[in-house]
């Protein structure tokens, strides 16, 4: 959701807001569907666009909520750091 208020108002395009959290769309569907199903965004007419279901609530995220770039995970590897 910061993600989405990240890209300013809204409506917002699901490939949008999966690029901003460095995913793709497929990666983010299952977010997204829990999403809908808690009411907090809607999918609008256009298809493939989403938006708050709160009017004003991506300027309240962008207010009280810094936003954090996701951190890539590194891989199972055992990927210890040699000097």
Request: no cysteine; net charge positive; hydrophobic share 30%.
């Amino acid at each position: 959701m910061r993600a989405m208020a990240e890209l300013g108002e809204g409506p917002y395009q699901s490939g949008a807001v999966a690029r901003k959290r460095g995913q793709t769309s497929t990666a983010l569907s299952q977010v997204r569907q829990r999403l809908l199903d808690k009411g907090l965004i809607y999918a609008t007419e256009n298809y493939g666009y989403i938006d708050f279901s709160v009017p004003r609530f991506a300027e309240f995220m962008r207010r009280h909520m810094p936003y954090q770039a996701l951190r890539r995970r590194r891989g199972r590897s055992g990927s210890s750091k040699s000097k």
